[in-house]
């Protein structure tokens, strides 16, 4: 079974500072990675994914995020973040083993205050 | 126009009784899903359909019943409503059953007195 942990609740930082937002998973087979962001009163929008090749991915929004397979995360990071960034962000990870269903498996959600 | 809209926004009712959430996805797209969000923005799967055939359906109360007249509908009725069932109800779409990017309607917001 999968799971996704994230590592942080609530991430508050200031506007024009770097933020991370930890992500880890547990899977027995390959993966496939996600970064979901959600503004209040709203659906969730894709910010990127990872597939396979490279383990750098960029995102929408000037996010990227890392993948490491030694330590099972997919950390979340943006240089430089904005007011508008302040919202829920959801790690999430689906497997494509035999079966595959495109089932996502979210993780708890990282609330990122961007003070002014 | 909106990729995937669902109705109502919000929706206020007594326990026990029985309602209906409907969604819509003019993507042109296979796959739908129910996602539940709960009071701690914890979302989870409740089910998934592509083409009208059930292909995901998780650990949810058979009071819950998915009903997928086309490929662009995907409607979901709550019979006998209990104060559990209040959470916040995502309908989502995506081209085709897999790892696709999934586009999410701006949820239902139940909540069961």
């Known amino acids: 079974a999968q799971s996704v942990t994230q590592l942080d609740s609530q991430v508050p930082v200031f506007e024009e500072a770097p933020v991370e937002l930890r992500c880890n998973y547990s899977?027995?087979?390959?993966?496939?990675l996600f970064w979901y962001v959600q503004y209040p009163n709203q659906g969730l929008q894709l910010l990127l994914k990872?597939?396979?090749?490279?383990?750098l991915v960029k995102g929408i929004n000037g996010f990227e995020a890392e993948f490491n397979k030694s330590q099972t995360s997919f950390h979340l990071r943006k240089p430089s973040v904005h007011i508008s960034d302040t919202a829920e962000y959801f790690c999430?990870?689906?497997?494509?083993?035999?079966?595959?269903?495109?089932?996502?498996?979210f993780g708890q959600g990282t609330t990122l205050q961007v003070k002014p | 126009d909106t990729a995937v809209s669902q109705t109502p926004k919000y929706l206020v009712t007594q326990m026990g009784n029985d309602k209906s959430i409907k969604c819509e996805q003019n993507?042109?797209?296979?796959?739908m899903y129910w996602y539940k969000q709960d009071s701690k923005k914890f979302l989870k799967i409740m089910f998934s359909?592509?083409?009208?055939?059930?292909?995901i359906n998780e650990t949810v109360p058979n009071r819950f019943s998915p009903k997928s007249p086309d490929k662009a509908h995907l409607n979901l009725h709550i019979n006998s409503l209990e104060l559990g069932d209040s959470a916040v109800y995502f309908c989502?779409?995506?081209?085709?059953?897999?790892?696709?990017?999934?586009?999410f309607g701006s949820g239902t917001q139940l909540s069961v007195l």
């Open positions: 990872y597939l396979s090749g490279s383990t």
């Open positions: 359909y592509n083409n009208k055939e059930l292909i």
């Open positions: 899977s027995s087979v390959s993966v496939y």
């Open positions: 999430a990870v689906s497997d494509y083993g035999s079966g595959n269903t495109g089932k996502l498996i």
């Open positions: 993507l042109g797209h296979d796959t």
């Open positions: 989502a779409s995506s081209q085709r059953t897999g790892n696709e990017k999934l586009f």
